[in-house]
């Protein structure tokens, strides 16, 4: 007995598996016009969409800031975003202090931290990423964000106690330094119009000198702090770029020839099928 008579199974599943294909390539060979149109107007759709839809960029601002924690101020941009994709232009143009037809080119709202450290407070700032439909519009939309950073109650209400803390530190300080200076000309005076120094007038001038440096490190800091008291400071700005990120012609050309290619084998489909029930009827009917 050969081995094809002891494998009926596998020379059946054989044969099924060649009927198959060759009912397959029946199949696509009768409907062979439908498909091939099908493919052309998907080609043609997708290459409509292509040119159709507004070209899209994006871009991206570093900030830093000094009064919240970087997840505080990605959850305002998040609630920015969320105010976005509900079109309620009017809201976020009145948090932005910007005319609403900016933000019609603007389409989202993405934020991200620089370095992801779990930390209650992250000294590396994060980026806030846009995507616009006109790159002319940035540098309105950047001065709007800040000015929705800086202007919520309860930020604009820290900054101002901070500003007017930072002022009176300078002041007490210069004060302080003004004594110490005197202090100093009146121990050099006593020291030149004697002609001779105590151990304690030395030490005295040395501790003087000291604490004038100190204060005046100090104030310079208290003038630098001062200057950079906003609720967020710019590391970057957004950049115009000139290559859109979309939409992809690839992208809109196999979208089409999916869509369209499947309504048509779903037509040839139910063609064939419909087409069969007709045939097998006439037989069922005589038996």
């Not at 498909?35 to 759709?45: D, K, V």
């Not at 292509?50 to 899209?56: E, N």
């Not at 790159?135 to 800086?150: H, R, T, V, W």
């Not at 690839?250 to 309504?263: A, K, N, R």
Request: proline share 3%; glycine share 4%; charged share 25%.
């Amino acid at each position: 007995m050969n081995k094809d008579a002891k494998n009926p199974d596998s020379q059946s599943e054989d044969i099924d598996l060649l009927l198959l294909i060759e009912r397959s390539i029946l199949f696509f060979k009768k409907f062979r016009w439908l498909f091939i149109i099908a493919g052309l107007l998907g080609i043609s759709s997708g290459v409509f969409m292509y040119f159709s839809l507004p070209r899209v960029y994006k871009s991206r601002l570093i900030v830093h800031s000094y009064l919240l924690t970087n997840q505080e101020e990605i959850g305002i941009a998040d609630n920015w975003n969320e105010l976005l994709k509900k079109n309620e232009y009017a809201a976020l143009a009145a948090i932005y202090n910007c005319p609403e037809n900016i933000l019609h080119q603007l389409k989202q709202i993405k934020t991200e931290e620089l370095q992801k450290v779990f930390t209650p407070t992250n000294p590396n700032g994060f980026f806030i990423e846009v995507i616009v439909t006109d790159n002319s519009i940035l540098d309105e939309l950047q001065n709007g964000i800040i000015y929705g950073f800086e202007n919520s109650p309860y930020i604009k209400e820290r900054f101002t106690v901070r500003r007017a803390d930072l002022r009176e530190l300078i002041d007490k300080t210069s004060a302080e330094i003004q004594k110490l200076d005197s202090t100093k000309k009146i121990v050099e005076n006593i020291i030149g119009g004697n002609g001779k120094s105590s151990s304690s007038l030395i030490i005295d001038g040395s501790s003087i000198n000291r604490q004038l440096i100190e204060m005046n490190e100090k104030l310079l800091g208290f003038r630098q702090e001062l200057k950079f008291a906003n609720a967020i400071q710019v590391l970057q700005s957004f950049s115009k770029f000139r290559q859109p990120i979309g939409p992809k012609l690839v992208v809109w050309v196999v979208l089409g020839l999916v869509i369209f290619l499947s309504l048509a084998y779903i037509y040839a489909l139910y063609s064939s099928v419909k087409e069969k029930l007709k045939t097998r009827s006439p037989l069922r009917n005589r038996q």
